[in-house]
């Protein structure tokens, strides 16, 4: 492809950079990359809690965009649609998850001389910077531990920032349905952090 | 007489009630609102994960393969649709040259 087509798509919309990938300009492919690698990142780790599976789903979402290019038509926001795409990999890899089972390879109870090591962290904070961070942490913690269907419409809404429509588009559920989830998940969250977060400190 | 004032006192304490009741559903509604717009405010503020720095590379040779892989699915399926075309055997260079 020449370089003033290159640059002619790198100006192009979304959408209209995926009607030329599917038209074969396989640049294009690069350009969906660049601009959906942060945004697919934040969402799949806040709905994960782990780097390793969110590198992996971030791959195969794009690696899925580009083997079902062909199925995608413009009734949705590109965005949309690997929102749709990502979230039906994670559900996936979660429920496969659920069906392992885990063996834990902590100290021996049994054996006094087996024992964990506790690391000290020497890294001093002030205790308002040590609060604030513990909040963080409290906060990400207890989003993980929302139910599934809660989670993902309250990290699509309030971290993500996407409409209810979106949402409802991504989640393939009814926008009250989508409304309800989220207000009740708020609900869930405050419950679960109680006060630990302190409004002023976040 | 002493009816009347009954009744209208009574009125007055349902009114008041009423009045009351719907002061506290009030209440509990901003609750409910604040709480919840309290916590969609500290989840805004969440740190961004973003990407790694390597993360385009590694995808870009993610995609290499992904369309080799492609160019090859495509021409094995071509090849069997195309019978009178026969591949030159594979030499076995052990047996050729040893």
């Not at chain 1, 559900?91 to 109870?109: G, N, P, V």
């Not at chain 1, 989830?181 to 969250?189: C, T």
């Not at chain 2, 604040?34 to 916590?39: A, G, L, P, R, V």
């Amino acid at each position: 492809m020449e370089s003033s087509n290159i640059s002619a798509l790198h100006q192009m919309s979304d959408e209209d950079v995926m009607e030329q990938l599917q038209n074969g300009a396989v640049q294009g492919f690069d350009i969906i990359v660049h601009r959906f690698k942060d945004r697919l990142h934040n969402f799949l780790y806040r709905y994960t809690h782990n780097h390793e599976d969110c590198e992996d789903l971030v791959q195969e979402t794009f690696l899925r965009v580009y083997r079902s290019r062909h199925s995608y038509q413009r009734i949705a926001k590109l965005s949309t649609w690997i929102y749709t795409i990502a979230l039906n990999l994670a559900k996936t890899m979660y429920k496969k998850k659920q069906r392992m089972k885990l063996f834990s390879i902590h100290a021996d109870e049994s054996d006094p001389d087996d024992r964990e090591f506790v690391i000290t962290d020497t890294s001093i904070l002030q205790d308002e910077e040590l609060h604030q961070k513990n909040s963080v942490k409290e906060l990400e913690k207890a989003l993980f531990e929302l139910n599934d269907d809660f989670r993902e419409v309250i990290v699509l809404r309030d971290i993500q920032q996407l409409s209810y429509e979106e949402i409802a588009d991504i989640t393939g559920t009814a926008m009250g349905t989508v409304k309800s989830r989220i207000n009740r998940g708020r609900v869930q969250l405050q419950e679960l952090i109680g006060d630990y977060v302190k409004s002023e400190t976040i | 007489m002493k009816k009347d004032t009954y009744h209208t006192h009574l009125n007055k304490e349902q009114s008041c009630f009423s009045e009351y009741r719907q002061k506290a559903h009030n209440s509990e509604s901003m609750i409910f609102n604040y709480s919840s717009k309290n916590i969609a405010q500290k989840l805004s503020k969440l740190p961004t994960i973003k990407a790694k720095p390597n993360f385009e590379k590694k995808m870009a040779a993610l995609f290499a393969l992904e369309l080799e892989n492609e160019i090859h699915t495509r021409n094995s399926e071509w090849l069997n649709h195309k019978k009178s075309i026969k591949l030159p055997e594979l030499i076995d260079l052990q047996k050729e040259f040893l």
